[in-house]
C-alpha cells in the first residue's frame, strides 16, 4: 500500500518526520520505506486483510503513536449532520406518492444472480446496465449486485403470490453501475420502482402513481412525457411500454411485464410497474 506521509500525518493531527512514521509502523508489524519524496511504501503480513488503503495505514500509526499523545483540539470547520437531500426526497416519495396510494413497501437483497438480473428478466447486460461482478460468490443468488429493482419485486411476487389480488408494491433503494470515473470503479444510484399485479395488467394504474409522483416532485406535466418509441426494455411486453422522459432525458420506463418475464418468476397474473432514477428529481 502506497501512502502519502502528510496525508497521513493530517488525518491524524501530528507530526511525524519519515523515520518516525517507519518506526511506529514497525510496532504494528508493517514494514515500510521511503520510495520518493513524501511517499511511503506499506507492506502488510497477511494475516492483515484490513490494511487495504491510506486509511487504514493512518490508523495504524495512530494506534501505534498512542491515541493519549495525540493533542486533542476544535476542529477547523463547522459539521452539521443532517440528513442528505436524496433520502429526504425518498421518503416524501415513500409516504406522499406510495404509501398514500395503498402499495405496500418491500426491501430486498442488493445482490442477485446473473439469471435473476438479466436471464430471466430477458435483458440483456452491455452499456450502463455492466454487473458489478463478485468474486468467489458462495451461492448463486449473491453472484452480482442488481443493476435493477425490477427483480426483487418480482420475486417477492412469487412468494406472495397465494395472497389475494391485487398486489401492489414499491421498492426505493440503490442499484450499483459500474463507473471508471469513481475511485472504485463503480457507484450507487437511487432508484424507486412499482408493480401492480392483478386480473388485468392495470397500466393506468401504475401510471397514476407515476403522476403523483411527478406531483409531489413538483414536475409540471409539461416537462416528462411517455415515449413508446424509443423504449427497448425487454422486460416489458414490446407495444405496451414506454420511455420516461424528464426534460427530454430518460430517467425509466414503465409498462406490462412481459409474460415471457412473468413465466420465468412463476407468476400467473398479468403487472405492470414502472422503475425510473431519483437522482433527475434533486
Known amino acids: 500500500v502506497e501512502a502519502d506521509e502528510r496525508s497521513v500525518c493530517d488525518l491524524i493531527g501530528v507530526d511525524l518526520s519519515t523515520a518516525e512514521l517507519i518506526e511506529v509502523l514497525r510496532k504494528m508489524q508493517l514494514t515500510a520505506k521511503n520510495i520518493s519524496s513524501g511517499k511511503l511504501e506499506v507492506h502488510c503480513p497477511i494475516t492483515r486483510t484490513d490494511v487495504i488503503h491510506e486509511c487504514d495505514v493512518a490508523e495504524d500509526v495512530a494506534v501505534g503513536y498512542g491515541f493519549n499523545r495525540i493533542l486533542?483540539?476544535?476542529?477547523?470547520?463547522?459539521?452539521?449532520?443532517?440528513?442528505?437531500?436524496?433520502?429526504?426526497?425518498c421518503d416524501l416519495f415513500r409516504r406522499e406518492a406510495f404509501a398514500q396510494s395503498g402499495y405496500v413497501e418491500v426491501l430486498t437483497w442488493v445482490t442477485v444472480s446473473n439469471a435473476e438480473n438479466y436471464?430471466?428478466?430477458?435483458?440483456?447486460?452491455?452499456?450502463?446496465n455492466r454487473p458489478v461482478r463478485i468474486g468467489n460468490p458462495k451461492t448463486l443468488e449473491f453472484e452480482q449486485c442488481r443493476t435493477s429493482l425490477l427483480p426483487g419485486l418480482l420475486k417477492t411476487l412469487r412468494e406472495n403470490r397465494k395472497q389475494p389480488i391485487p398486489?401492489?408494491?414499491?421498492?426505493?433503494?440503490?442499484?450499483?453501475?459500474?463507473?471508471?470515473?469513481?475511485?472504485?470503479?463503480?457507484?450507487?444510484?437511487?432508484?424507486?420502482?412499482?408493480?401492480?399485479?392483478?386480473?388485468?395488467?392495470?397500466?393506468?394504474?401504475?401510471?397514476?402513481?407515476?403522476?403523483?409522483?411527478?406531483?409531489?416532485?413538483?414536475?409540471?406535466?409539461?416537462?416528462?412525457?411517455?415515449d413508446p418509441k424509443t423504449c427497448n426494455d425487454g422486460a416489458l411486453f414490446e407495444g405496451r411500454r414506454a420511455s420516461i422522459l424528464l426534460r427530454g432525458q430518460p430517467i425509466g420506463s414503465i409498462g406490462w411485464i412481459h409474460p415471457q418475464v412473468l413465466k420465468n418468476f412463476s407468476l400467473t397474473v398479468p403487472c405492470s410497474a414502472f422503475e425510473i432514477d431519483v437522482q433527475p428529481f434533486m
Open 72 to 89: 486533542a483540539r476544535e476542529p477547523q470547520v463547522n459539521c452539521i449532520g443532517s440528513l442528505l437531500p436524496v433520502n429526504q426526497i
Open 167 to 226: 398486489l401492489k408494491l414499491f421498492e426505493v433503494g440503490d442499484v450499483v453501475v459500474l463507473d471508471e470515473s469513481t475511485e472504485t470503479g463503480a457507484r450507487n444510484v437511487r432508484r424507486m420502482a412499482a408493480i401492480y399485479a392483478s386480473t388485468s395488467a392495470g397500466f393506468e394504474v401504475v401510471q397514476g402513481v407515476l403522476d403523483r409522483t411527478m406531483v409531489i416532485a413538483g414536475i409540471p406535466r409539461s416537462e416528462y412525457r411517455l
Open 119 to 128: 436471464t430471466m428478466m430477458c435483458r440483456e447486460p452491455g452499456g450502463v
